[in-house]
């Protein structure tokens, strides 16, 4: 059974510091996502990594995949109070008739940002 | 319309009552997956249909729970004789292999609320 572990789960830091919210996963996979949701809101897609070693930045977001680790990092720079959200990191398996992939999600961190 | 849509967004059900939920997808994508999200939880996969097949259902909890996409567009999940522990936010998202690379856009969710 596919494992997807987030860590840490809270987080609560003040603006202009710097984090890291750590993905480790349980089976080979190639692709992970990393999607927002906003309290009451639906997901939105931030980053899909392919490949190992694929790093994409977007604003004060970072994402990496290290696939021989099993483990994909978000990075955040700098944080400011709008980044403040339940970020979820997702990773593809095939399921059993084939064709396109379901995700496995872990638990999200709940990222708190103070002024 | 442009993203992934649900309605209703909100039902309240009696306990033993039967509830449909329905999906329409973005236009044009294939693939359409129904994930179930628990309060503070990361969302859990129940189904995944390719047009109109229904390739996987291996993530529905129970035989009360029933997906259906007849004419390979909008998709409809019915829950029968709910119980409180259906109680849950119902995500669907539908996606579209575009050079080799695929991204699942999530419609609002309905919130099911079993008293």
């Known amino acids: 059974e596919l494992k997807v572990e987030q860590n840490p789960l809270f987080l609560s830091m003040q603006e202009g510091k710097n984090y890291t919210i750590y993905c480790n996963y349980s089976t080979t996979s190639d692709r992970l996502y990393w999607y927002r949701q906003d309290p009451g809101k639906s997901l939105e897609s931030l980053f899909v990594l392919l490949s190992n070693g694929a790093v994409k930045q977007e604003g004060r977001l970072m994402a990496s995949l290290d696939t021989k680790a099993r483990l994909s990092t978000l990075h955040i720079t700098a944080a400011v109070h709008d980044l403040s959200a339940t970020y979820f990191c997702?990773?593809?398996?095939?399921?059993?008739?084939?064709?396109?992939?379901?995700?496995?999600f872990g638990k999200g961190t709940h990222l708190i940002i103070q002024p | 319309g442009a993203g992934v849509s649900q309605s209703p967004r909100y039902k309240v059900a009696k306990r033993g009552q039967d509830v449909a939920l329905r999906c329409d997808p973005i236009s044009g994508h294939v693939s359409l997956f129904w994930y179930q999200q628990a309060l503070g939880q990361g969302p859990e996969f129940l189904t995944y249909?390719?047009?109109?097949?229904?390739?996987?259902k291996s993530g529905l909890p129970s035989d009360r729970f029933f997906a259906e996409r007849p004419e390979g567009s909008v998709s409809t999940l019915k829950i029968q004789r709910t119980q409180q522990e259906d109680s849950a936010v119902y995500l669907c998202a539908s996606s579209l292999w575009v050079e080799g690379q695929e991204t699942q856009y999530f419609g609002p969710g309905t919130r099911l609320l079993v008293l």
């Open positions: 997702a990773v593809e398996v095939m399921y059993s008739g084939g064709g396109a992939d379901g995700l496995t």
């Open positions: 249909f390719q047009n109109e097949a229904q390739l996987d």
